[in-house]
């Protein structure tokens, strides 16, 4: 693959922790200048990318906030003057209950956050990538986006909202140059699985039960889908819920 990521920009949320922090290592590598966003700021993620000799700002974020995301896509022109790539990821499990016992507080907070969240940055990105004439936006959905999950009501409707927003966006970004998609991660190696489990044996192996190829996947793995989605080699690719799953849909 050609290195075309090179002294581009990538804003990357949710970039401390998990699949988004694997994800702004993986573009520092390939030379990306990274914007880091978060509601928590994590020291040791600028660090390593400082160390490979990358460039990366951190900007804390509350991606359901409107205010923070404008000033989030100002500050990224203002230190890098451009946003070539955009992966949308910042996201929470909320708690667990079924859907009678589902509190408003969860809904609101879950839906805000992952779903709201996505739809506000997109429309601060769009505009600024819409002055180049080119972009690339992934949505982080999951397979609680193309699949039901008991027990987590608010988590699966916002991630299944990605989707529909993802393609509407897609849609409407067809002819002018930015394309549009989202990833859908199987069960994943971080601390947001690990709250899940509670780094309990039994319920890590309930969680890789799920997977057909028996393991959980590393986010590393997601990242390389992002970036083969933001990638030229993509060119032809928008619209589409790309799962990243290890076989969990295709059962
Ligand atoms: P994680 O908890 O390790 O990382 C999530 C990051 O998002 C954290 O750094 C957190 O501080 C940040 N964040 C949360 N709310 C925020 C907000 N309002 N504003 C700014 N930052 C915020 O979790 P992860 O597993 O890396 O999850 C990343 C994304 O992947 C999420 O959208 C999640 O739903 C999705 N996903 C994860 C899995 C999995 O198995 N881990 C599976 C499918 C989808």
Same mark, same amino acid.
């Given at each position: 693959?050609?290195n075309?990521?090179?002294?581009?920009?990538?804003?990357?949320?949710?970039?401390?922790?998990?699949?988004?922090?694997?994800?702004?290592?993986?573009?520092?590598?390939?030379?990306?200048?990274?914007?880091i966003?978060?509601w928590?700021e994590n020291?040791?993620?600028?660090?390593?990318?400082?160390?490979?000799?990358?460039?990366?700002? +951190?900007?804390?974020?509350?991606?359901?906030?409107?205010?923070?995301?404008?000033?989030?896509? /100002?500050?990224?022109?203002?230190? +890098?003057?451009?946003?070539?790539?955009?992966f949308?990821?910042?996201?929470?499990?909320?708690?667990?209950?079924?859907v009678?016992?589902?509190?408003? &507080?969860?809904?609101?907070?879950?839906?805000?956050?992952?779903?709201?969240?996505?739809?506000l940055?997109?429309?601060?990105q769009?505009?600024?990538?819409?002055?180049?004439?080119?972009?690339?936006?992934?949505?982080?959905?999951?397979?609680?986006g193309? *699949?039901?999950?008991?027990?987590?009501?608010?988590?699966?409707a916002?991630?299944?909202?990605?989707?529909?927003?993802?393609?509407?966006?897609?849609?409407?970004?067809?002819?002018?140059?930015?394309?549009?998609?989202? *990833?859908?991660?199987?069960?994943?190696?971080?601390?947001?699985?690990?709250?899940l489990?509670?780094?309990?044996? /039994?319920?890590?192996a309930?969680?890789?039960?799920?997977e057909?190829?028996?393991?959980?996947?590393?986010?590393? /793995?997601?990242?390389?889908?992002?970036?083969?989605?933001?990638?030229? &080699?993509?060119?032809?690719?928008?619209g589409?819920?790309?799962?990243?799953?290890?076989?969990f *849909?295709?059962?």
């Open positions: 693959m050609e075309t990521f090179k002294d581009k920009v990538a804003l990357i949320t949710g970039g401390s922790s998990g699949i988004g922090r694997a994800t702004a290592i993986a573009f520092a590598r390939k030379g990306t200048k990274v914007v966003a978060d928590i020291e040791e993620t600028m660090d390593l990318i400082e160390n490979l000799g990358g460039e990366a700002v +951190f900007v804390q974020c509350d991606v359901s906030k409107s205010a923070d995301v404008k000033a989030l896509i /100002e500050k990224t022109i203002a230190t +890098f003057g451009r946003l070539d790539y955009a949308n990821n910042a996201g929470i499990e909320g708690t667990s209950a079924p009678q016992d589902c509190s408003e &507080e969860n809904w609101d907070k879950t839906i805000d956050v992952n779903l709201k969240g996505i739809w940055c997109m429309k601060y769009i505009p600024v990538m819409l002055e180049k004439g080119k972009g690339s936006i992934v949505n982080c959905s999951s397979v609680a193309l *699949v039901g999950f008991q027990g987590l009501p608010a988590y699966v916002s991630k299944h909202g990605v989707i529909g927003l993802t393609k509407t966006a897609a849609l409407e970004c067809a002819k002018l140059g930015i394309r549009v998609n989202a *990833v859908c991660p199987g069960v994943i190696q971080t601390p947001m699985i690990d709250r489990t509670g780094k309990k044996k /039994e319920a890590e309930q969680f890789t039960s799920l057909p190829v028996g393991r959980f996947g590393q986010p590393e /793995e997601i990242a390389c889908s992002v970036m083969w989605l933001c990638s030229d &080699e993509a060119s032809f690719v928008t589409i819920a790309m799962p990243v799953d290890g076989g *849909v295709a059962q």
